[in-house]
Structures are given as C-alpha cells and as structure tokens.
C-alpha cells in the first residue's frame, strides 16, 4: 500500500519519516519512504482547447494547447483520449524526458511544438492508455508536479495477519504505538440517523457475511473530485476519476473498508439479498465481462436478480454514471475463505477481495460508511442522507486475553516495566479490564482478530517495546542433541564417497516427465515408474522421479550440447515409489561417465572411458560403502534395454549375502536413446544406478589387524584358455586349489594373437602365498602351484603358456 | 683389432660408450668390448702368453680396463633410459602433466554442509523427514489454519491419496519433538516444493534448512545470540543485524533476519534493492499449539525455530545471479565452485 506522507501526518505525528519507516519495519510492519517521482521542468499544465483529426493521419489528432503565456501551441497528439476541455500534461521544447529531448518537429507535415504526456513517459506509473488529464478547473501553466500533488509516500508491505494495516487508519495507529502516542481516530461528522426506511436486508448465511450495512444519499452530481482528494488519490496511485466514484475509493483507503455504490436509479426495488450463487447465473461485472458464477461466490441481488458479486467487483448494470443523482452505498464484511473462494471461481483478483480475503472487521463497517456519507455531502451541495440500513446477524464480542508477566520474561527473555506494557497495550487500543503487577488482562479491538491467545500479546509488546532492546544470549551446553539420523549419515558417506572418487556432483529437482522417465526406464520394477502430481505446473515436471537416471541423461545432454563432453558425474539422491497408500523414499547414487578419463591429457596419450571403468566405480563403491565385494550378473532382458542394447552388456549389481536382492544396474547407454539426446556417436556414455538403502552402509569402527611379518611367495602363472572360458571362473578355480595360504589371486594380464589360435587368449594371474608364523620355503609353493595347474587343466581346459 | 694397448683401448671404448645413441648401440659397444669374443677378454686370456714378469702388470691393466667399461656402459644405459645426456635430450618438462580427475561437492550441497557444521558445533544435529507429506503434518501440526491459502492446490503439489510434497522444513520439526522429549537441537536441511513458476529468483524445487531448539527456559535472547554467532561465522564478523517483526502460522512472536548487504556493504544496490539489508531468514519463538500438538507443555517447555533457503544464500555468497544455474549442472558453472572440503 502507498500511503501519502501528508495524509498521514494529518492523524500521527511522524518525526523523521526514514527513522519511522525503520522502527514501523522492526515493530513488524515492511516499509520504506519513496520520495515524490520528479517530474522534469518544462512539462507544465495546459488546457487542450482545440483537439482536430490530422489532415494526414487518422490516429492522431492536432491539439491547440493554452500553457498559459498567451501563446497557444499546436501539439500532435496520438492518444485516443486528447479531446478539447480538459487541462493535460504538456511537454515543452527543451524538456528532457531521459530517453529524449523536446523539440519542434513536423509530425506528418503538421509542426509540434511540444508533447501531451502520458504516465508512463512522465516515469509515474506503467500506464500508457492515454494522455494525463486533469480536471478542467486546473490552472494552467503550472508546474506539473505542483499540480498533480505529487508527493513523498510510504510503501507498506503488512503481513497477512494484519489486515488492519491495510488502511491509512489502520498505520497511523501504529505509527502513535512506535511514537509512544495514543491514538483516537477522527470521528465523521454526519446527520442523525434517518432510519432504514422502506429498505430491507437479507443475508443468506451469516458466516459468509457477519455484517450488511447501506447508506441511501439524493441530490447528488457527478463532478470532478475537489483538488485535495483527486490529489491524494494519484498520490496513493489510484486514478481520480469523479466526486462519487473517488469517495469510495478514498474511505478504502483510509479506512481499509471496501464501499461499493450503486446507481439506485438502476436499482430495482428496495430489497437487497446477499446469496450464494445458484446453478447457471451470470453476472456482467464493471468490467463488462460476462462471467460464469458457481455456488461459491457470493452475489448481492436486487428484486431482479444479481447486481454484484460481494467482496469482488460490482456488476455494471447498476454502474454509477454521470447521470447518476441517488446513490445506494453499500458497506459490508465480508468473510475472508468466502471472499477468496468467490474470487478463485470468477478468475477475479480485486484490491477489495484482498481485503476482504485479509479480513475486515465488521465493526468498523458504520464508521467507513459514516465517512463516505461525510465526504459526499460536504462535496455535494443539496445532498442528502435519505435511509440507513445495518444488519448484524453475527456480532462478535472479543474475548479477554490474559497475559502473565512470567510468560513474557519466559518467552522474551526480558522483563520490562508493567507501567511500560500497559502502555503498550493502550496505544494498540486494546482494553484494560483486569490488572496486576503479575498479570495483565485485555479485551482486544474488534479489527485486531489476530490477537487471540497470550503469545500474541506477547508479541505485540515485544515488538512495540523493541526486538532489538532484548539482549542476546547463547544457548547453554547442556542441551546438546542425541538424535542420529541413518539416512543422513548414509546420504553424507554416499556422497563423500563418490567425492573422493574424483566424480562432481550434480543436484536435479526431483520432479521429472514422466514419458521420459517412462521411455527411459522402460516401467521396470527398478527404473520406475514415476508418480504422477495431481497439479504439475508443466508436463514436463509432471511427476516424482523414481529413478535418478533420466534426470542424470538430461544433465549429460545439456552439456554435450554446450561443448563439455568429457564428463565424471554423480548424484545421491531421493527416489520416490508408491507402497499401497502411503509413499516410499530411498536414496541412490547416479553415476555417469563420458568421453575422457581425464580431460585435456589427450596430448600424453589419455584414452576413453570404457565398461571397465564403470565397473571399476562400481566395483569400489560398492565395496567402501557396503564393505563387501559386489557380485555381477548380465542381464539378458528387462528395463534396461533402452538404455543399454548394442553400447555393451549390462549387468545387475548384487552383495553377497543376499544373492536375491539386486541392488543396481551399470551399462553404456544404447543407440535408440543416444538418438533421441541427440548425442555424437563416438562419446562413449556409461551410467550406473545404486540403491544406497539396500544394506546398511558398512560400520565405520574397524579394528586393527596384525601386519604380517613374513614375506610372501609371488609366482606368475600364465595359462592359455579357450576364449569361452570367464577369467572370473579360472580366478576362483585358483582360489579354490591354492589352499589356505594363497592370500591373493590377481589377474595381471590378459593376450591374445599368435601364436595363440584365434579361439584362444592368454590370462596371466599373480598369485601371492604366505603364512602367518614362517617364512615359506619353494617346495610347499611349488606344491600349491602344480595343484593348482592341474585343477584349472582338469576344469578349464587351461595349459601354462 | 689390435688389442695391445689397455690404454687406448679404453679411450676408444669410452667414445663409443658416450656416443651410443640407443640401447642397440650401446648393446653392439658393449659386445665389441666386453662380449664372451671381444676385445677385452681376448686380451686377458692372452696374457697367459706374456712373459712371467710382464703378465701380473697387464692382467692388473685389462682387468681395470674392463672394470672401467662395464661402468661405462651401465652408466650409459641408465642415462638413455633417462631420455638421453644433454647432448641428445627429447625431454620436454613442459608438458602438461596428468591431471588427476577432481571430485567436488555441488555448491548448493556444499553450502548446506557449511551451514549444517555450524549448527553441529553449537551442538545440534540433522534432522530428517519425507518428502511426501500429509497435510497433518505439513499444516495442521504447524497450526496454519484450515482455510489457509497455501493449504490449496493453487500452491502446494498434490498427489494421490491425499499426500503432497512438502512445502517447508518444518514437518520434520514435528517428527522429531514425537520421537523425542526436550532438549531438542537439531537442523533440518532438504528439498521443498511449492508451485512458483521457474524464474530467475524463484523455482518450484529449492532446499531449505530449518533449526530447532526446545527446552525449559529458551527464549527469544537464546535465538538472537545464537543467529549472531551463525551470521559471524557464515558470512563474517563485520555485518550489521537487523530483526524485524513478521508473520508466521507456527511462531510466536514472529521475526525476520535481515543483515546488510553482502555485495554493497549497507550504501544499496541492486541486489538489496537499494535498502542496504537482504533477509535471510524468518524465525521466531515455537508457537504453544505447535508445542501442545506434539505433547509437550507449553507452560514447561519453550523454543525457538528458524527457516532459511540455502539457494538463496548460495546464491548470495557467490553472487549467483539466477536460481536455475543451480538446476542446470553445467559442468563449467560447477567447476566455479570445486572445492573439495
């Protein structure tokens, strides 16, 4: 809300506006001071006093303007509301608007000698509909600035509690509490109150509307708004259009309190129902649009049927006009959810259903509606209040609100002066009703509905006595917490892991396409499927993702395509999967490897990534996190087809100890998918998927083991096998007859090629002996080592090379 | 070839030695001199046929010669190994030098760990929770009201059956307070949702880190002297404070933290919109129906809780002008920030 600095002033002494800005913003109440827009000089006031078409050009008119100095100019003008009459904004030569300076040009083959300026080219405001115009009784040859009134304002931002701050009212009042002041608002001066006459309100269902009240006033003219007001007005950024539709503008200001008139003339009878709306109505608003109601707006009727809808916008069959003589003003309060609802199902935002949706208090419906009577007759020569009307079905009595001085020094921290609390509390306008030295009892105002318990009043004297004036402390050691959460040391050991591993991390949202997930992942058990939002903003974030691969895919595309191709790349992170009702989320770390191992040793040789690389990540963490080796099957068909198929196997990721479970899948990414991401066909792509919450991660206390103190025996053994036969068979076959002091079988070789056959390759293992308590001597090696010859000769067809 | 002088012999054989330019070379030199047939051996077996008084002096000559060759010639062997002696050098210290790959945190995870240590050293640890929430728990619990806007689909994700995606830390808070009795100290970092289009600023996914503390006696004054010590350390000693009252379903009283600007020191600029202060964080004392509803006794029992968004603090320490950088995982804006510890 912008809120004139004069206006203001007028009800609470201000001091310092910037040092009152600060303290309002610490009390809880957002806001800086805005200094008056500066308008540039040589754009002064002047009265259009011919407008005619252009004789070359059909959207623009030749205005002959009077500034004043007895030389009338011709001014080209393009809005479409230049017309002779009203006084404008007039640019003269030699003006500097930022952008450009004033001076006379031919325009068309016409010569202007100056500019009509709308808002936006003035810096005021984004409105460039038109010209400004001002009312005609302006001087001109004014400065622009001197005649729009153009001031210095506040720019509140309330929260949404605080409806009351929604008013001029409502931040004076807070303005004397931050001041030290009292604050007693200005009561209307208006006649007595002439009864209701033949008028009758009928209201639906209280809780939709605590409170109807309207004010019947004749002998009205449509007229410029007096000076002061449209002033004030533009000031607050609302455009002064006339006396009685400005009136009702100024009291939602000042007051907070939305006003709607009705023309009565266009009034039919003198009935007024406030009603859900039924099956198929429709209403045309203000606006002129036609729109469709549903039973959660509220509609005001007249004894033809809807003429508002309530809280939101008023219907322009019974528009005020300039014929306009008898006024039927209508104040109300409206409920908030009611409000909202009605405004959702029209598609209609207005700044009376923000209020109304903030709440307005019901029992300041009399005094706004005083208010605007008070205004229309002092601007309205003759006028007169002819009927009053105010249904209350649902008053509301405040209840008292007990607070403790011990909860404050309990809460706060600090234990100010009773003296200085009830202070506080009286310039909030709350009401003393019962008192001690320990305890403070207070019925709060009607508009302060927020206040309901002891820790709101403890809240409002803390920030009315000073947040800042609380003196800081440190907590004490002795609270220090015991929770230890599995997940988050998984999730920071997965993590960290992967770091070492020398792979970046990346982070992607959680929510993904869900056909992608599903192309991509095939629907398996393991790659998905994802689940589906009930309200995605967007359809390509239309789900949870229940991989971590397709949003890995996506990262790897967009940074191909920008030239990065040499990738090592992680992610730890959730997975979401539906459990009947309820949601499971397991972590997994993602990895991804393309193009170099090492980027830019190209020069030294540096060579691609492979299979054996992946499975070398995947291998060693699975072993660090889980502390036991993985076991490998190839996976002949399933989910991850697409994403494999011709790029390599793929192969499912199991520990041992649960050979059932399978707790991951690495493989290359296949042709169909490489297609669709648009990548280069020589980048080698590989992607591994983990489920980090198969096991527990292994314990992290190890306990010391005896270095050994004997050397070990070492013999090489290069067998020729079939190239059928799996090295990781031949590897256990040697475990297996090497005997109990074999410690390590590791394969160092791997030939093939002449003079071999074709059908066959060489593998080359390492075989380290050792005993515990001796040194061994060659023959107990030896012995081993012929054992071993003859049981992979026996089981693998295998001969030494 | 003449093999009567020990002497030139071995000038001669030291040339050829230090001009062998390959491991061939040298191997032909070495078999010339020194092979099972080569000059060197013939001579010592033809000392036997010397004089008596002649042979002790030329076999001491040739067995020194050899000595001397076969030093040579391991010497030189070493040095080609090498890349060569000077002479002949194709050694190239210029060259780049394998570059291990780094591995490096994401700077938004990074950020949350810094945020996450700070808080352990002040003895609170981390706290976790679903994503997928139930409105008990992500409203109700939290004593937002049930005609509260953020409770409809307009702000919140929704999905089947009756779940939806957290739109803030704070439902872990209550989880933890029903599986534990005060003193509770704990931080809650992880990912939240809420229905804001994707913009510079804003995203429909972003994290958040929310703290907690409850026992008997913490007050307002517990929460200040603790989030100066947070501001201290995070983002150094010399920023200026400022708490201001705000609104918040789950606190009472309700504040803001503002500290000034990080980029213009407290003069503005764009980035504080021109009024010196960025706001960190909202926070405030726990509010006694969040309490109640967890059982606890809010006349014994009181706490304060804070909520800030480490994308938005990320984005301030490194001055990160648009949110989706972070979502976006360009390697070269997450190399910016590789640091592994």
Known sequence: MRIPLSWLEELAPLGDPTELAERLTAAGLECAVEPAPRIPAGVVTGRIVACERHPNADKLSVCTVDVGDGTPRTIVCGAPNATSGPVAAAALPGANLGDFVIAERKLRGVMSQGMLCSETELGLSEDHSGIILLPEDTPVGMPLAEALGLEATLVTEPTSNRGDLMSVLGVAREVAAVRGRRFTPPAPDVPADPGAGPWNIEIEDGTDCPRYGGRVIEGLRWAPSPPWMARRLQAAGIRSISNLVDVTNYVLLEHGHPLHAFDLDRLHGTRIGVRRARPGEKLTTLDDKERETTPDVLLITDESGPVAAGGVMGGASTRVSESTTRLFLEGASFAGPRVRAGSRALHLTTDASLRFERGVDAAGVPAALDRAVELLLATNPGARLVHSVDLHPIPRRPAPVALRRSTLRRILGVDPDPAEVRDILDRLGFERTADSEDRFEVVPPSFRRDVTAEEDLVEEVGRIWGYDRIPDRTCAVAGVSRLVEPRVVAESRARHLAISLGLVEVVTPGLVDSRRELEIGGGGTFFGPAISLRNPMSQDRDALRGSLLPSLLSVLETNVHRGSRDLALFEVGRVYRHTGQAVEETLRASILLAGHGAPGADALGGKSFDFFDMKGFVEVYVEEFWGLPATFAERAEGPFESVAAEGGPVLEVRVPGDPDRVIGHFGAIGSALRKRCDLPEDLPVFVAELDLAAGAPRDEVREFRELPRYPAANRDLALVVAKTVRQSDVGATIVAAGGELLEECRLFDVWEGAPLADTERSLAFTIAFRAPDRSLVSEEVERHMQEIVARVGREHDARIR | ?341
């Open chain 2, 1 to 341: 070839m003449s093999a009567s002088d020990p002497r030139a012999t071995r000038d001669t054989a030291l040339a050829e030695i230090e001009t062998a330019a390959s491991d061939d070379a040298l191997e032909q030199v070495r078999l010339t001199y020194l092979g099972r047939k080569g000059i060197v051996p013939l001579a010592l077996r033809s000392v036997a046929s010397l004089a008596p008084d002649e042979r002790r002096a030329a076999g001491q000559a040739w067995n020194e010669v050899r000595r001397e060759l076969e030093e040579s010639v391991e010497a030189r062997r070493v040095a080609l190994s090498d890349g060569g002696t000077a002479a002949t050098a194709t050694f190239d210290p210029t060259l780049p030098g394998r570059r291990p790959r780094l591995g490096y945190p994401h700077v938004l995870k990074r950020t949350l760990e810094d945020l996450v240590s700070i808080f352990r050293d002040l003895g609170f640890s981390v706290a976790d929770g679903p994503e997928v929430e139930t409105p008990q728990y992500n409203f109700t619990a939290l004593n937002i009201p049930e005609d509260h806007p953020t409770r409809d689909d307009h702000d919140s994700f929704f999905l089947d059956p009756g779940l939806l995606l957290r739109t803030q830390m704070s439902p872990v808070q209550i989880r933890v307070m029903e599986r534990m009795r005060p003193p509770v100290r704990v931080v809650s970092p992880g990912r939240v949702y809420r229905r804001d289009a994707f913009d510079a600023s804003h995203s429909p996914f972003f994290f958040q880190m929310e703290g907690l503390y409850v026992d008997r006696d913490v007050t307002l004054g517990d929460l200040k002297g603790t989030l100066r010590i947070f501001v201290d350390r995070f983002f150094g000693e010399s920023l200026r404070m400022r708490f201001r009252g705000s609104y918040f379903p789950f606190t009472e009283p309700s504040l803001e933290l503002d500290i000034s600007c990080t980029v213009c020191g407290g003069s503005g600029c764009a980035v504080c919109k021109h009024s010196g202060w960025v706001e960190i964080l909202g926070c405030g004392m726990v509010h006694p129906n969040v309490l109640r509803g967890v059982g606890y006794d809010p006349d014994e029992v009181s706490g304060w809780a804070f909520g800030m968004g480490p994308d938005r603090i990320a984005m301030l320490r490194h001055r990160i002008p648009d949110i989706r950088h972070l979502y976006e995982n360009d390697v070269r804006f997450l190399r910016q920030f590789a640091r592994t510890r």
